[in-house]
């Protein structure tokens, strides 16, 4: 795959560390609607749009920016737009119950699948991901929603807390004034992989950092940085098709 594409599968590989909220409920669909008409669906109370810059840098020090937009239904169905310079699409993503698939269109590639854990099995180059915990993220969800706590102990001002999430995963995470600071978790190469919380502002009438720096190993390699988050927001019919070219092949193909 070529270099863009690289830089797309090293955000999804990212956004896995966060290990956000799990499930909840969500509001019912909408009745039928005439998607020619350019009608929308009505908005679950829990839907939100997200808009972020996505900076990635590489192992030589270079800085790709990206701007991106989550469309999210929790639980339902999510899409994830990403550009780059001059407006550029550079891929596109849509999950739904039923199935997801990502383009590359810059590269005519995609990709499909289904469950809830997004990317390709036992291929590094797309790490499966879980769909859930990345759109929590940027509803301010930063820890597991189920964890049982096994120590803690003060630092620096920080009570930092050793902790189980419900699937028996360990993790620890800094906390001060009640903010979450950081999560720390091992990686499945054993080194540690950080994620860290900053610039805490109101989006919304909801508090959550706008800041998002995941680090691997001691060295930061993402950062996301929210603009804007809209919540209770309808969608056009449109938003949740995502049409694949018959000339565009599968990866790995």
């Known amino acids: 795959m070529k270099k863009t594409s690289t830089f797309i599968l090293i955000f999804f590989a990212a956004l896995l560390l966060a290990g956000c909220a799990g ?3 969500v509001s019912g669909n ?3 609607c005439d998607a020619s008409a350019g009608c929308v669906q009505e908005a ?3 839907s939100l749009r997200a808009k972020f810059l996505l900076n990635i ?3 030589n020090g270079d800085v790709q920016e990206f701007d991106a937009v989550l469309f999210s239904v929790p639980e339902k169905r999510y899409r994830l737009e990403l550009t780059g310079p001059l407006g550029i699409g550079v891929a596109s993503m849509l999950w739904t119950e039923s199935g997801w698939q990502m383009v590359f269109p810059t590269e005519k590639l995609y ?3 289904n469950g809830y854990m997004v990317g390709l099995l036992n291929d590094n180059t797309l790490p499966l991901v879980h769909i859930h915990q990345v759109a929590a993220l940027f509803d301010g969800k930063l820890l597991p929603e189920r964890f049982e706590k096994e120590c803690s102990m003060d630092s620096a001002g920080v009570t930092v807390v050793k902790a189980k999430e419900s699937t028996g995963r360990l993790f620890t995470y800094g906390e001060k004034d ?6 720390l978790r091992q990686g499945r190469d054993g080194k540690p992989e950080k994620i860290v919380f900053s610039d805490v502002g109101t ?3 909801r508090e959550m950092p706008k800041n998002i720096r995941f680090e691997r190993d001691g060295k930061p390699f993402l950062e996301i940085r929210i603009k804007k988050v809209t919540r209770g927001k309808s969608f056009s019919l449109g938003t949740w098709r995502l049409n694949i070219p018959k000339s565009y092949k599968a990866v790995g193909e």
Do not use: I, N
């Not at 009640?178 to 999560?183: A, D, F, K, P, S």
């Open 30 to 32: 909408a009745g039928a």
């Open 203 to 205: 989006l919304e009438g």
């Open 178 to 183: 009640g903010r979450v600071q950081w999560l």
């Open 57 to 59: 840098t590489q192992e």
């Open 23 to 25: 499930s909840r409920g």
């Open 44 to 46: 679950p109370l829990d």
């Open 111 to 113: 990709v499909k699948g």
